[in-house]
């Protein structure tokens, strides 16, 4: 490394001693005068942040408070009733958990639940799967597994693999709304397995969802069931990690949820700083937007260099993709904004796609995570005369950070001490943070999400033209071309999604025929059997 790398190293290098967290943001090519160009952004980023997290109105949309930092910080809550709810649900997580890991809550088919089960989608997943693949101990005192889509094949093969297991099996099944189509489908599809071994679901299922929702009302209340969790209105999807959704599967896996949130408010402590470089989420906001000129013109590749944050990259591409991923600025003006973020692990992907970030298109910048200890409480074997497998892994790392600056593509480096609850929670504050400034920076909310409810309106429109095709065709005396059932389905400009729905009817077995050369659909009929 040359000296003048060197003192750059030195003069942006950021240690935060609580967490033993280093960010590096040398090799952003940033210079001085693109600094002195973001301090009014930054100005007003630093009073954003303090307006969000005393109350103001951050989701438009629903008309909601954005508070996922009075999670790990009850005292900053804007009133008594919001702190004293937080409190009471952290102890109540704890409670549980200790009640089924010692038998008091069992199933009345097991001496003890050995597993859980959780049901969710987005942020109900993805969170909950990243701290279960980072932190779960090697033996914990139960084994999780996760239904994340609606995929029947998918939901089928994991209640396959379970099948002995059910009788000790806990069930999360997490809606905030309580009406979301991918968590009922899998909730039903889980029911209908327990019932086919003559087991009463609701005395496995637990629901984590708003109060007064139709999972709260009809379902869990109504059945029965065996305990229930609640959300907050102020806690978006994919910033509920910290909440009853993430802290739950945690606290039965045996990690240590109270070290988790000690470590996201630290995070939080070290990112209200109003100073630049004092400012670890500040300063990954800046590089991000160097990086995309300020309008997300490269994609983020993150690569851990360690096994147990494979998942990390999955878990970002929701928090950072869905939060900055927006077609207009708070001011109305067409924008499309966003950063993709796609990654998985080093050094793997060395031998998968560093080939092309290194000489191919030079559309994205790196964010490589170092952890320093590479086989804690335990001595690793030398794999040559002075060489462990970990001198590997960290040779890999900075070998490829140098090798990728060297051809012009720039990179951010956070090294973490080891992957623990207390770093890991610092870790997710760190990114909530930074998508908080940057959104800032470029004069977006982050926090709604128009193109989501966007998608789940057009997927509720087709299901319902597929209940106007069966009609259709229940009704018709003789079998129906395309265009004519389009037609009698009150469809004619959606000829195309009508002969898809008959196609994917007829591939699984619901009694609708095709008939005709498949290669020039104009040409089917469609009957139903009768």
């Given at each position: 490394m040359t000296q003048s790398l060197w003192q750059r190293y030195q003069d942006w290098l950021y240690y935060h001693d609580g967490l033993g967290l280093y960010l590096d943001i040398s090799r952003i090519r940033f210079d001085d005068d693109f600094v002195a160009t973001m301090a009014p952004k930054f100005e007003r980023a630093f009073a954003d942040m303090v307006a969000l997290e005393q109350g103001a109105i951050a989701n438009p949309d629903e008309d909601r408070m954005v508070g996922h930092y009075w999670l790990r910080n009850p005292d900053l809550a804007p009133s008594p009733e919001i702190r004293d709810s937080i409190l009471a649900d952290i102890q109540a997580v704890e409670d549980f958990a200790a009640k089924v890991h010692s038998g008091e809550i069992h199933p009345p088919e097991a001496p003890r639940f050995e597993h859980v089960l959780s049901v969710g989608i987005g942020g109900s997943a993805l969170g909950p799967q990243f701290v279960a693949e980072a932190l779960s101990p090697d033996v914990p005192p139960m084994t999780i597994h996760f239904i994340d889509n609606t995929d029947p094949a998918g939901m089928r093969r994991t209640m396959t693999r379970m099948l002995?297991?059910?009788?000790?099996?806990?069930?999360?099944?997490?809606?905030?709304?309580?009406?979301?189509?991918?968590?009922?489908?899998?909730?039903?599809?889980?029911?209908a397995a327990y019932e086919q071994m003559g087991l009463n679901f609701v005395d496995h299922a637990v629901a984590i969802t708003m109060e007064g929702s139709k999972m709260d009302i009809e379902l869990a209340k109504a059945e029965g069931w065996l305990k229930e969790f609640y959300m907050y209105d102020w806690i978006g999807g994919r910033t509920s990690v910290m909440s009853d959704v993430g802290l739950l599967p945690a606290a039965l896996q045996g990690i240590d949820i109270r070290a988790m949130l000690d470590g996201a408010k630290l995070m939080d402590e070290a990112t209200r700083v109003p100073d630049l470089k004092s400012n670890p989420a500040a300063l990954l906001a800046m590089a991000w937007y160097h990086a995309g000129q300020g309008k997300g013109e490269k994609d983020m590749v993150v690569l851990p260099y360690k096994?147990?944050?494979?998942?990390?990259?999955?878990?970002?591409?929701?928090?950072?993709?869905?939060?900055l991923g927006k077609e207009k600025d708070l001011d109305g003006n067409v924008v499309h904004q966003g950063i993709a973020v796609y990654g998985n692990k080093g050094s793997t992907d060395q031998h998968a796609y560093v080939q092309q970030l290194r000489d191919g298109v030079p559309n994205f910048f790196a964010t490589f995570i170092e952890v320093l200890d590479d086989l804690p409480n335990q001595d690793d074997i030398e794999v040559e005369p002075d060489v462990t497998s970990g001198d590997y892994l960290n040779g890999f790392l900075y070998g490829t950070r140098s090798a990728l600056y060297d051809n012009g593509r720039d990179s951010v480096t956070i090294t973490i001490p080891d992957v623990n609850p207390r770093v890991v929670g610092g870790l997710i504050a760190l990114y909530e943070r930074a998508v908080s400034f940057y959104a800032s920076l470029v004069n977006i909310n982050a926090y709604h999400q128009p193109g989501v409810e966007a998608g789940k309106k057009a997927a509720a429109t087709i299901l319902d033209l597929q209940r106007r095709v069966l009609t259709a065709l229940r009704?018709?005396?003789?079998?129906?071309?395309?265009?004519?059932?389009?037609?009698?389905?009150?469809?004619?400009?959606?000829?195309?999604?009508?002969?898809?729905?008959?196609?994917?009817?007829?591939?699984?077995?619901?009694?609708?025929?095709?008939?005709?050369?498949?290669?020039?659909?104009?040409?089917?009929?469609?009957?139903?059997?009768?």
């Amino acid at each position: 490394m040359t000296q003048s790398l060197w003192q750059r190293y030195q003069d942006w290098l950021y240690y935060h001693d609580g967490l033993g967290l280093y960010l590096d943001i040398s090799r952003i090519r940033f210079d001085d005068d693109f600094v002195a160009t973001m301090a009014p952004k930054f100005e007003r980023a630093f009073a954003d942040m303090v307006a969000l997290e005393q109350g103001a109105i951050a989701n438009p949309d629903e008309d909601r408070m954005v508070g996922h930092y009075w999670l790990r910080n009850p005292d900053l809550a804007p009133s008594p009733e919001i702190r004293d709810s937080i409190l009471a649900d952290i102890q109540a997580v704890e409670d549980f958990a200790a009640k089924v890991h010692s038998g008091e809550i069992h199933p009345p088919e097991a001496p003890r639940f050995e597993h859980v089960l959780s049901v969710g989608i987005g942020g109900s997943a993805l969170g909950p799967q990243f701290v279960a693949e980072a932190l779960s101990p090697d033996v914990p005192p139960m084994t999780i597994h996760f239904i994340d889509n609606t995929d029947p094949a998918g939901m089928r093969r994991t209640m396959t693999r379970m099948l002995d297991q059910l009788p000790a099996t806990l069930i999360l099944n997490t809606s905030k709304s309580g009406g979301t189509p991918e968590t009922r489908n899998g909730m039903l599809e889980v029911k209908a397995a327990y019932e086919q071994m003559g087991l009463n679901f609701v005395d496995h299922a637990v629901a984590i969802t708003m109060e007064g929702s139709k999972m709260d009302i009809e379902l869990a209340k109504a059945e029965g069931w065996l305990k229930e969790f609640y959300m907050y209105d102020w806690i978006g999807g994919r910033t509920s990690v910290m909440s009853d959704v993430g802290l739950l599967p945690a606290a039965l896996q045996g990690i240590d949820i109270r070290a988790m949130l000690d470590g996201a408010k630290l995070m939080d402590e070290a990112t209200r700083v109003p100073d630049l470089k004092s400012n670890p989420a500040a300063l990954l906001a800046m590089a991000w937007y160097h990086a995309g000129q300020g309008k997300g013109e490269k994609d983020m590749v993150v690569l851990p260099y360690k096994d147990s944050l494979m998942l990390f990259s999955r878990y970002l591409q929701q928090l950072i993709m869905e939060s900055l991923g927006k077609e207009k600025d708070l001011d109305g003006n067409v924008v499309h904004q966003g950063i993709a973020v796609y990654g998985n692990k080093g050094s793997t992907d060395q031998h998968a796609y560093v080939q092309q970030l290194r000489d191919g298109v030079p559309n994205f910048f790196a964010t490589f995570i170092e952890v320093l200890d590479d086989l804690p409480n335990q001595d690793d074997i030398e794999v040559e005369p002075d060489v462990t497998s970990g001198d590997y892994l960290n040779g890999f790392l900075y070998g490829t950070r140098s090798a990728l600056y060297d051809n012009g593509r720039d990179s951010v480096t956070i090294t973490i001490p080891d992957v623990n609850p207390r770093v890991v929670g610092g870790l997710i504050a760190l990114y909530e943070r930074a998508v908080s400034f940057y959104a800032s920076l470029v004069n977006i909310n982050a926090y709604h999400q128009p193109g989501v409810e966007a998608g789940k309106k057009a997927a509720a429109t087709i299901l319902d033209l597929q209940r106007r095709v069966l009609t259709a065709l229940r009704a018709a005396s003789e079998p129906l071309g395309i265009e004519t059932l389009a037609e009698q389905a009150g469809a004619s400009d959606e000829v195309e999604a009508v002969y898809k729905i008959a196609r994917h009817l007829a591939s699984n077995d619901r009694g609708i025929k095709l008939e005709g050369d498949r290669a020039q659909p104009a040409s089917l009929k469609v009957w139903l059997e009768r």
